[in-house]
């Protein structure tokens, strides 16, 4: 049997970011979404072996070999210049991790973790290594307490969730802009697919948490907020809504240009959201 | 004028002290003018290196370093000396602690050690409302704060979950004072998830308590177990440690040619010369300075076959990456396996040393190894075994990184984890990695919150904002935030990163 491989960009043993406890985070390299406000733009794409990082390299940490770009990490000290100048926002530093590669990494971090959590890049874009992953982890003695999260920008179809949702505890979905003209802006897609995945991840009880990016200009106006306020409320005005607010940190391109939001218009939204009846609206614990 | 005097007029006048500071302060100097206990010419020079270190603990030691008083024994008995009846109630519970720590010297003049409060007060609680125990327990926590402002004076309390423990905690969170420094006593089989999850919530209010992994300390004490002083030394109660040296590693690496002149030659030569410094120290105490006429002594507060010798090391850091570079291995202590498992050979070499050592006026004639967690002046030198500040990986790395070594230090061994502040909205989070470390055999755990005003710099709290006030205008009613403001400029540790992984997940404010 030919078992499903994973694109990994980052493996974390510690977050508290990501659900509920500590987490063991996957960030799966690849996106189907293309936003200008992306603050991990190197997850976007595939590597397609073009070796413009090559010579980029200061440390000699990436070769050619064959027709491949291959990293060598022992000698690379992370100073992330390949990601700086690759010309399709992909990442030369990927490693490929079976389904044991991460029970492995289970296994030796377990006593210190209450979950795990697939993010990316947009994670479903590999959904035949989560199903799988997800449903080892179930079925093995050691792991089967921990739960299975998935931080996903809803754009998988309705079909795909129910090979997944059988084996997933819950899903953190964005929704970028209710907007639908709006939303393609900011995403290079329509928002229709991310509706009916909230909707579907709600009734199937697996909707942890709807997070929504508040950028100034965009999608702080009072009709997005009314919007978002409106479709928490046909859901369940206490699901968990946490705001996010755009900031430059790790941003490329064009979206330099546009203000970062600010705390006192994120806590004015927050305001006006828990005043429309949201019952569980958070704000980012950190100004720094 | 002489250069003594010279010294003693300079603290009379140095405006950022306070008398009582400049009083403790002369009472030193008066001391060090006295010549030092005999030490060999060897010891003598490998002293005045600062290889091996004293803590500047005094000439001519009078008192013990640390004392752990059984202060059940004036409450339940009263005191002939202090004209003190056994107590009756909470008030005179209380009452007769705060007289007693007044009696209780250590190496700061202030006592290091006030009890397992909860132990200590519950039979007196009884009639007590809730309410009225929050009063009692809230004016004794502003009391202790005020009048003994030493950050090294440290309570304990667990593993059982009572209302006493419950009450502390959550007043200490609330205060958030320096003083007392607090440890919850962990115990899995004892303590209830409740409490424990209070103290990981007291955690993130105020970087306290410390908590302590009860199953890993208790089995090493006997019937009058256990108590955690200062910055996390564990001791024998109705006693305590005599004194506490320590090896500066580093200095033994630099002298070493390689690993294998380190492990056959320098190291095994610089141990000898500390134990026989602590031998000098001990002796005078002992011997000389009639500490045990006491009435501590006399009335079973303490006895004198209970106290210890803490043997430190400290820049466990810096000795691996010295002996490193000298082996051509260019992996840092904290982050490659290979340097990790350097550090951990080195602890199990001291800790066979000091095991197999026998030593007179010491509790079970052996001193215990102690990772020792920094004086102020410590230029470079990272306390104990602990990853340098600014480097510290992720805090699971971390834990995995340094576990191994707490089980060759039975007097103490604590690392600072800091933890971004988003872990706020997360506390299972912050439980978990408790549960982790302990499960890896960490003995203590610490951690500092990142938006706290209250952190552990060494290992004793002091305010953020203490130190910024110190810095502008030259004065603390507090002993440790003078300590603080030097540890924070020469160990750089307010630069010790929080592990900010949100900085990547999630948008961040950076205004």
Known sequence: MNLPRATVSKVLKFSCVDGPGNRLVLFLQGCNFACPTCHNPHTMKLCDDCGDCVSECPTGALAIVQGKVLHDPSICDQCDKCLDVCPINANPKVTQYSVDDVLALLYKNKPFLNGITVSGGEATTQLKFIAALFTAIKSDEKLKDLTCFIDSNGYLPEAAWKSVLPVTDGVMLDIKAFDDTLHSTLTTRSNERVLTSAKLLFKADRLTELRYLLIPERTDSSKEINALSEFVQ?????????????????????????????????????????????????TPSTYL | MSELLKRFKGITEDPGLSFTQKARYL???????????????????????????????????????YVMPDYSVVLEKGSVFLELEPATTLDEAINALMIAYHHIPSVTNMPVFIGRLDNLLLPYCEDVSDEDLYKKLKLFWRYLDRVLPDAFMHANVGPTDNRVARTIMRIDAELKQIAPNLTFIWDPQVSSDEIFSQACLSIIECSKPHIANNPLHQPLFDEHGY???????????????????????????????????????????????????????????????????????KEGWISKD?????????????????????????????????????????SEVLYKAVEARPMENVWRGKAMLHSQAGLSDDNGCTPGVRIPYGSEPDPVTHVQALAEHHAFYPSGISEILTLDETIESNPAALEQLVKGAFQLGFREFSANISNNDLVRITGYMVRLSDIEKFRECGGSRINTTVL?????????????????????LAPRYSQ
């Open chain 2, 227 to 297: 108590g955690i002083a200062s910055c996390y030394n564990v001791l024998p109660l109705c006693g305590g440690a005599s004194t506490l040296t320590r090896i500066n590693l580093h200095e033994v690496a630099r002298r070493s040619k390689d690993t294998a002149d380190f492990f056959e030659n320098v190291l095994p030569k610089y141990i000898d010369l500390n134990f026989r410094l602590t031998e000098a120290r001990i002796d005078h105490l002992f011997n000389k300075s009639g500490f045990f006429e006491s009435f501590l002594v």
């Open chain 2, 306 to 346: 209970r106290f210890t010798a803490m043997y430190g090391i400290f820049a466990m850091a810096q000795c691996v990456d010295e002996l490193q570079a000298k082996e051509g291995h260019s992996g840092k202590y904290g982050h490659d396996e290979t340097a990790n498992q350097l550090g951990h050979r080195i």
């Open chain 1, 234 to 282: 046909t859901l369940d005005a206490s699901i968990p809504l946490r705001l996010n607010a755009f900031q430059h940190h790790g941003v490329k391109g064009e979206a330099l240009n546009w203000p970062a939001m600010k705390k006192p218009d994120v806590e004015r939204i927050a305001v006006k959201l828990r005043e429309a009846g949201l019952k569980n609206v958070m």
């Open chain 2, 484 to 504: 603080g403001a030097e540890a924070a400029e020469k160990g750089k540790i307010l630069d010790r990163a929080p592990r900010v992984m949100s900085h990547e």
């Open chain 2, 27 to 65: 009472s030193l100097e008066a001391e060090n003018s006295l010549p030092y206990p005999e030490l060999d010419e060897e010891t003598a020079k490998a002293l005045e290196e600062r290889v091996i270190c004293d803590m500047y603990e005094g000439h001519a030691p009078f008192k013990p370093r």
